[in-house]
């Protein structure tokens, strides 16, 4: 899906962009922004390496790290929660993974977890997944910011239809 697209979308549905970035390293939020007029759909963009960053500014809990792993789903959700609850956002993408060249703790480059937040008048809407992306390090920073993005409609469209 184009940037432009995915600005129409937000613009049309009056969302407001907030993201938890480690692995993209702020690359989602610079894809978004290298629209015209992408600005007002945009609130804040946390870039997260270290695990105490993570749990100092998204609220991610040691505990979570320990059983799960810092390139896990269940990190990403919380990351992407973590923002939310900061943030008058209502929506957030969330990202972590190892980007290359090398893998990490056994898990493979290119490895990239990433969480959706939709807050809603009910309740706070979570989904996540796990995708691999093949190429250098750029090419898969690229690919991952790129599918965070275009995930977003298909995603809050599906929350319309429950």
């Known amino acids: 899906m184009r940037i432009e697209a995915i600005v129409e979308y937000f613009k049309e549905h009056h969302l407001l962009l907030a993201t938890a970035e480690s692995c993209t390293a ?10 015209p007029g992408s600005g007002r759909y945009l609130d804040a963009g946390y870039v ?13 809990q040691q505990a979570t790290i320990d059983r799960f792993g810092l390139t896990s789903e269940q990190v990403a959700r919380e990351m992407a929660a973590g923002a939310l609850r900061d943030s008058p956002a209502n929506v957030v993408v969330a990202t972590t993974g190892v980007a290359g060249p090398d893998g990490l703790d056994g898990i493979a480059p290119g490895t990239v977890c990433f969480a959706w ?7 706070l809407r979570l989904f996540s997944r796990t ?8 090419a898969v920073l690229d690919a991952a910011s790129s599918f965070a993005l275009a995930e977003i409609p298909r995603l809050h469209a599906s929350l319309a239809r429950r």
């Open 131 to 138: 995708e691999h992306f093949p190429g250098d390090r750029m």
């Open 117 to 123: 937040a939709f807050s809603g008048q009910e309740e």
């Open 48 to 60: 997260v390496y270290s695990p105490d960053a993570k749990k100092r500014l998204l609220a991610v």
């Open 26 to 35: 702020g690359n989602i939020i610079t894809l978004l922004a290298s629209c």
